[in-house]
């Protein structure tokens, strides 16, 4: 039987492990959305002060993140794990990256949490494909990473190989509530989807300075000017020509060891097609007219 979300989710809490930067800024979202959050850490003295961060926080986070809903959750510690879980219907793990900790924690969580609960890691490294050795239901594990609300407020979802579709499915419908944008993310990437693009960008900007092409405050400085319309950069593509953005590809890849195929054959792909972007009506998205 596949998974089906808990009718009662609304009267149920929510568990945060991990009251770290991230664990406590998670459960300050959650509870700013009107659900009750329990957070709990091996260190009483950081779970007491995510708690109090947590609860500060509330006012703050509703506002930023544009929610409406008239309560809020309250925010509780829990000095024991099993304390924490009980009756929760999602359980977000957010302690250290590394494997063997939170390889323990989803197998102890698997024991301890309620049936039907969704058991989410926040990592933004790990999948958590390799931490469900001890999980005897792996259908209801996968990763949410989330960014660092309420600033960025993008929740990144992808599942551990065996994670049942509805889980996914249940969880892009509900975090919107929080004033969150869930994105699925199709299969398993290390880095997930913006930390990769991120990853390229800083490399660059590294190298820019490095290189003697440019200081840090013009990069920054020209940075800030080209992302001030806001254009995202499949539209952009579109709007500069997707054969022209082969060719600047190709001389890169002549010029510069260690360019990957796959960008390049992609838009090979889209240009076999006839799409070149907003000049011929069509490129990664239809809709030019």
Known sequence: MGYVFPEDADRRPVAVVGGGALGRRIAAVLAAGGTDVRLTDLDA????????????????????????????????????????????????????????????????LDRLAEPDAVLASNSSSIPTSQVVDRVARPERVLNAHFQSPPEHNAVELMSC????????????????RYGLVPFRVRRESDGFIFNRIWAAIKRECLMVVEEGVAAPEDVDRMWQLFTRPGTPPFRLMDVVGLDVVLAIEEHYAAVREGIPDGPRRLVREYLEQGRLGRKSGRGFYDDYD
């Open 45 to 108: 003295e950081q779970r007491e002060v995510a708690r109090r961060y947590a609860l500060a926080s509330l006012e703050e986070f509703h506002r930023a993140l544009g929610l409406t809903n008239q309560g809020r959750g309250t925010v509780s510690s829990a000095d024991e794990l099993r304390d924490a879980v009980a009756g929760a219907w999602l359980v977000v793990e957010a302690v250290p990256e590394r494997v063997d900790v939170k390889t323990d924690v989803f197998g102890r």
């Open 161 to 176: 190989g065996r994670t049942d579709p509805a889980v996914v499915d249940a969880l892009m419908e509900r975090l919107p």
